[in-house]
C-alpha cells in the first residue's frame, strides 16, 4: 500500500513539518471515513513499507484502527530510540507517536513484525543526525536491554551495510534485489503462518 505524502522539495526543514502534518491528516481521514477501512479489510493480506521521512508519517499516523501484517521500516529518517523503553519519558513533544503506537497497526502479534531496515553506511542520515540526533535508518532498533517490553518480540532490525555501495549515498537501497527478497521472505512466512 503506497502512502505518497506532499512536501515542498528539498528543503528538509520543511519535508519534517509536511511529515507531520501528513501523518495526522492520514490519522485523521482513516478515523472520519469508515469505508476506507472497509477497503484496507478486503485485502487478505498486507504490508506496509516506509523509506527515509515516510517513516515520520507512519509514525505520526500509527493508529491501532490500521492493521498490516508487516510493517517495513527502511533507512528511517526518526529518531533512533522510537522503540526504547525511556522514549516516552525523554520526549515530551510526540511521545505518543512511538515505536508501541507503531507496533499496535500489527493485525496479528503473533505472526506480524515490524521489520527495520538500516545501514551504517547510510550518508544521508548523516544531516538528519547532526540537525537533531541518531536516526533509526543508520542504528537498527536497538539492543534486547533497551526496547520496549510491549515491542521485544515485534522488532526485528536488519542490517543492510553489507549491501549498500560504499561508493553510494547508501540510502535509496528500499527497491534493490537483496530488500524486495527480504519483504517477499517475509509476506511467505505469514503467508505460510495463514495457511
Not at 507531520?20 to 493480506?45: C, H, L, M, S, Y
Not at 506480524?112 to 537498527?140: F, H, N, P
Not at 540510502?171 to 534485489?177: G, I, K, L, P, V
Not at 527478497?181 to 505460510?192: A, G, L, N, Q, V
Request: with cysteine; glycine share 6%; charged share 30%.
Amino acid at each position: 500500500i503506497p502512502v505518497i505524502w506532499p512536501s515542498h522539495g528539498y528543503d528538509y526543514f520543511d519535508q519534517r513539518d509536511d511529515s507531520v502534518e501528513a501523518g495526522k491528516a492520514f490519522q485523521k481521514i482513516v478515523e472520519e471515513f469508515e469505508n476506507i477501512k472497509d477497503t484496507i479489510k478486503r485485502f487478505p493480506a498486507k504490508s506496509v513499507m516506509a523509506h527515509s521521512m515516510g517513516n515520520r508519517v507512519l509514525r505520526f499516523a500509527a493508529i491501532a484502527k490500521v492493521k498490516f501484517d508487516n510493517i517495513f521500516m527502511v533507512a528511517a529518517d526518526v529518531p533512533y530510540d522510537l522503540f526504547h523503553a525511556d522514549y516516552k519519558e525523554r520526549n515530551k513533544k510526540g511521545a505518543e507517536a512511538n515505536g508501541v503506537a507503531i507496533c499496535n497497526m500489527l493485525s496479528n502479534k503473533k505472526k506480524g513484525k515490524v521489520y527495520v531496515l538500516y545501514s551504517e553506511r547510510d550518508l544521508a542520515l548523516i544531516g538528519s543526525a547532526i540537525i537533531k540526533e541518531a536516526r533509526l535508518g543508520k542504528t537498527g532498533a536497538g539492543t534486547e536491554e533497551e526496547l520496549d517490553d510491549k515491542v521485544k518480540d515485534l522488532v526485528v532490525s536488519y542490517d543492510c551495510k553489507d549491501f549498500v555501495s560504499r561508493f553510494s549515498i547508501g540510502h535509496n537501497y528500499q527497491f534493490e534485489e537483496f530488500a524486495c527478497k527480504y519483504y517477499e521472505d517475509k509476506y511467505k512466512s505469514i503467508d505460510d503462518a495463514n495457511s
